[in-house]
């Protein structure tokens, strides 16, 4: 327990991602009870997947592409029924691997939570952990989170990680098999290599005016431009509103006084340990110790069973009460000076020689400290006050007024902004009209039609958005004049590499057989599976796979819309057996990830195979 928040702090970091990417796990109630229903779109062991689950996912995925793809991709690729499926699958299998964490009865106590919560970056203040900021951390997420909400997702995610580590670290990978599978990680291979470029088949290349006619024929579909409009719209937010007006000094100081226990810093207490398994060797220890303090820090190295800290000469760091055992704990607040040393203490983890090594004393942090968290949480709360006063008025206005946003941004004090041209499935870089409801509203035919307002749409939490139809471009297809040349480039541009491909494979053979080829190659350069020299994956495995019994051996690899690679390999340089790079802890620990993570899928698919599983598609495909 002492030292779980380091092992498990970058996995922390990652599963809150915490102030730029949503949970992975979507609502704890999804996973603690079975609600049933119409809005269900599968169950697993009784635990329900949602509509709203499902939706949630789908943005998620939307936005992690979006970020990898940016003006590329197209939200209509994860609209597809086998994209859909995928994202449903993911949602299972999440279920499936909850309800084993929670069958097993895998726990994570208080103290285990209250230690982690604490060492979390965004919930402190100064380097400690600051209430005041952990509570308006959680209000600044999307949706807010209570601090019960946050603390049960996070209770409900530790608890999955240890049934993931307790599968994939008890592997150990056969010794034999770790030190074939290290040789080979650290082979490396001698390469040259000649590429056999498209564009020196240009000359050879030709497309008769038929095959265009006849490509634009079987492909409509690449040459029709979908419909588009462009578009007005308003935004109502939480956030504008309490921009509207500025925070008083008046207004900090009573919110500063209403919360005043909340700014007053614990007693901080920093200390050294030695953890022992029996009362006998706890108290020879700690007459040991006592006799040579100097040497507490060289004991705990040797004889401590608590690794993490022993590493450290039993530090443990500064704490406040609540973050370790009580038994502990008690021993600790109870020491009256930096350096006397007690126990033996008993816990749930062994027996226990301390040695106190630090004291801060509890302090109410300034106003001035908590000063700018706490203007902006009022503010917040302002904003989120007179939103929830203006939705309904906002809403009856942009009906009631259907030919005109101009009165809804003028009452409201709202800027009337205008959209460039955007199509219906195309992506709008997560703008505020990026939002299937309102496009799928704004490209109604009432909108089209009668130019009417859109209803306001609660685009994100305590965000509402109206919009109205400016001007409208249906669908339409491009002309074959239009495209002629464009389909005439793409034909002999894919002329031109098959011609080059052809080549190259031909090159290939002739270079087996042991002829010269007439090929001309680079400079030689090593390559091995942990350093590749930059070469992609497509590339570097060919050549690590490829057959060297015999040398030289010789690969071809096509390369997309560009030519073909030959690679000549020259020589093998095994890896030294002596050289401790490649005898390595670090090179081991990767073999037995390596098949630990093979374990853990394995274990996933069966238990998904026992697993209880309904899934209901005329439910996915509601609106």
Request: glycine residues 6%; positive net charge.
């Amino acid at each position: 327990m002492f030292d779980f928040v380091h092992k498990h702090k970058r996995a922390v970091q990652i599963v809150l991602g915490f102030m730029t990417v949503p949970f992975a796990i979507w609502g704890i109630e999804s996973y603690t009870r079975s609600r049933g229903g119409a809005d269900t779109v599968a169950t697993v062991n009784g635990l329900t997947v949602t509509q709203r689950d499902f939706e949630s996912e789908l943005r998620r995925q939307q936005e992690q592409m979006r970020r990898m793809f940016g003006r590329n991709f197209d939200p209509a690729m994860l609209e597809r029924p086998e994209a859909k499926r995928a994202v449903l699958d993911s949602l299972v299998t999440q279920r499936v691997i909850a309800s084993a964490a929670v069958k097993g009865n895998l726990t994570i106590t208080d103290e285990m939570l209250a230690e982690l919560i604490h060492s979390i970056p965004a919930f402190q203040s100064e380097g400690r952990f600051s209430k005041a900021q952990y509570e308006v951390a959680l209000r600044s997420q999307n949706p807010p989170m209570s601090s019960a909400q946050f603390e049960a997702r996070l209770r409900l995610d530790m608890t999955i990680q240890q049934l993931t580590r307790a599968v994939g670290e008890s592997v150990i990978a056969p010794r034999t098999v770790g030190e074939r599978l290290v040789a080979l990680e650290g082979q490396k291979r001698e390469i040259a290599e000649v590429r056999i470029g498209a564009d020196q088949f240009r000359a050879q290349a030709s497309v008769e005016d038929g095959k265009l006619k006849a490509y634009y024929d079987a492909n409509p579909d690449e040459f029709k431009v979908a419909e588009r409009v462009r578009a007005e719209y308003v935004m109502l937010s939480a956030d504008a509103l309490a921009r509207l007006e500025p925070v008083t000094e008046a207004e900090v100081k009573a919110a500063y006084d209403a919360r005043a226990a909340e700014f007053k810093v614990p007693e901080q207490r920093r200390a050294s340990h030695i953890l022992v398994k029996t009362r006998e060797e706890a108290d020879k220890i700690l007459a040991e110790v006592k006799k040579t303090p100097g040497r507490f820090a060289e004991v705990a190295k040797k004889q401590s069973e608590d690794t993490g800290s022993a590493a450290k000469g039993g530090d443990l760091e500064w704490f406040s009460s609540g973050m370790m055992v009580k038994p502990f704990e008690d021993a600790v607040f109870a020491m009256k000076k930096e350096g006397e040393i007690a126990g033996p203490v008993q816990s749930e983890f062994g027996f226990h020689v301390i040695r106190l090594t630090g004291i801060k004393p509890g302090k109410a942090r300034p106003l001035e400290e908590v000063r700018k968290a706490l203007t902006a949480e009022v503010a917040r709360q302002r904003g989120s006050r007179k939103f929830a006063e203006s939705a309904e008025a906002f809403n009856n206005l942009v009906y009631e007024q259907s030919d005109s946003l101009k009165p809804a941004a003028e009452r409201f004090k709202l800027q009337l902004q205008t959209t460039p041209w955007i199509a219906r499935s195309g992506s709008q870089q997560g703008g505020p009209l990026d939002n299937p409801k309102l496009l799928s509203a704004l490209f109604s035919q009432d909108s089209i039609k009668s130019k009417r307002n859109t209803d306001a749409v609660e685009v994100a939490p305590g965000t509402l958005v109206a919009a109205r139809v400016v001007e409208y471009q249906p669908a339409s297809q491009r002309s074959f004049d239009d495209v002629k040349k464009n389909i005439a480039d793409r034909l002999l541009r894919q002329q031109t590499v098959e011609l080059a491909q052809k080549d190259g494979e031909a090159k290939l053979e002739q270079l087996r057989k042991g002829a010269d080829a007439g090929v001309k190659w680079g400079a030689p350069r090593t390559v091995s599976r942990r350093d590749p020299q930059g070469l992609p994956r497509e590339l570097l495995q060919p050549i690590v796979a490829a057959d060297v019994s015999k040398l030289p051996a010789y690969v071809g690899v096509p390369v997309p819309n560009a030519g073909y690679l030959l690679i000549r390999i020259g020589k093998i340089i095994d890896a030294d057996p002596k050289d401790p790079k490649e005898q390595s802890t670090e090179s081991r620990a990767r073999v037995n990830q390596l098949f630990g993570s093979a374990q853990y899928d394995a274990y996933v698919e069966s238990l998904r195979a026992r697993a209880d599983i309904e899934i209901k598609p005329e439910n996915l495909e509601k609106k």
